[in-house]
């Protein structure tokens, strides 16, 4: 279990639902891909400072995973990254492309579907961040890697002051159940302004009638 | 316009459930506004009402989802004006509440969808 920031009750319930427009969002135009009806929910969010991160992140993913990453900036700078284990990203893109195939590992054709489903999903999350914060955030072309996750968490997150925003994401294709991660690597600047964005949200309507 | 109606406002999320008071607030004054989490509180607080005339549901709650509950809600009250107000902006979901006879309102929400949902006269979009 990864340690998390002690946030209010009101700020963790406005992240989510921060989170779970955006995933709406993504469902929204990954249902029209597919011509089926996905459900997406956001059950679990943290957000973590770099060291607890590291220190457990070994025991999140046990084996090997198919990744979406896709940097970001503008008045921020961060990595986001999609993660679903290796098997259920087949299973995912499969059902997509509604080609059933014999092999074990990817072919590129589903590559690039899992590339455009992780695009479609980061980028409706990184607009509703765009959006609160009301400012613009540009994206660079997404990356597809195939890698333990641990390790290139590590590998990304260099300095030590840096959060994750840790989401797990629940979602039904096609009557299949899968699941995966979102993670979004912070730095402090970022972390900052979406944090207070988050706060003059929530005190907006607190103190309001 | 009637001095106390009621609006009821059914979402999992508090931002939300706060958001819309306030939009509901400054739009019609004159409104009750009364909130649930899920769909049993909800039916609860219905419970507790002499009638409703206005709801908005979340569709992704906890236990009941948003459709059952609007559905629940329309029986005991036919002639409330309901509104799925939801993040899922699938059209399998559009058409089932356009279905079951009540409104769409995509989230976020805004101080302009609100206004149009308790100002306008005639079915909801």
């Not at chain 1, 990864?2 to 009750?9: A, F, K, Y």
């Not at chain 1, 695009?119 to 990184?126: G, M, Q, T």
């Not at chain 2, 799925?84 to 058409?95: C, W």
Request: aromatic share 6%; hydrophobic share 50%.
């Amino acid at each position: 279990m990864i340690s998390t920031l002690d946030l209010r009750p009101e700020v963790r319930d406005a992240l989510t639902e921060i989170f779970n427009i955006g995933i709406g969002h993504a469902a929204g135009v990954l249902s029209e891909l597919v011509n089926d009806e996905i459900l997406l929910t956001v059950p679990e969010l943290g957000v973590t400072p770099r060291a607890d991160f590291v220190a457990t992140a070994g025991a999140l993913w046990t084996e090997p995973a198919s990744i979406v990453r896709q940097s970001f900036q503008g008045p921020f700078r961060g990595d986001a990254l999609l993660i679903f284990p290796a098997r259920e990203s087949l299973e995912l893109v499969r059902a997509l492309l509604a080609e059933p195939s014999p092999l074990e590992t990817m072919s590129e054709l589903e590559r690039e579907a899992l590339l455009e489903v992780g695009n479609i999903i980061l980028n409706a999350c990184l607009s509703c961040i765009a959006d609160l914060l009301e400012q613009e955030i540009t994206n660079a072309l997404p990356l597809y890697l195939e890698s333990d996750p641990a390790t290139l968490v590590k590998a990304l997150i260099t300095d030590p002051d840096w959060y994750v925003i840790f989401l797990r994401i629940d979602f039904t294709v096609k009557r299949q159940n899968m699941r995966g991660n979102i993670l979004f690597v912070l730095d402090v600047p970022a972390v900052t302004a979406f944090g207070a964005a988050v706060e003059k949200l929530v005190d907006h309507f607190e103190s309001g009638p | 316009m009637t001095a106390g109606e009621t609006f009821l406002i059914v979402d999992d999320a508090r931002l939300a459930r706060k958001m819309v008071r306030s939009f509901v607030a400054k739009a019609r004054p004159d409104l009750v506004i009364f909130e649930a989490a899920e769909g049993e509180e909800a039916l609860t607080v219905l419970a507790g009402l002499k009638t409703l005339h206005y709801a908005t549901i979340d569709y992704n709650m906890p236990g009941m989802n948003g459709i059952d509950l609007a559905a629940l809600v329309k029986q005991r009250c036919p002639d409330a004006r309901i509104a799925l107000l939801t993040a899922n902006v699938q059209a399998a979901l559009r058409k089932r509440a356009a279905e079951l006879g009540i409104g769409f309102i995509d989230k976020p929400i805004n101080e302009t969808k609100i206004a149009a949902f308790v100002t306008q006269a005639g079915a909801v979009s």
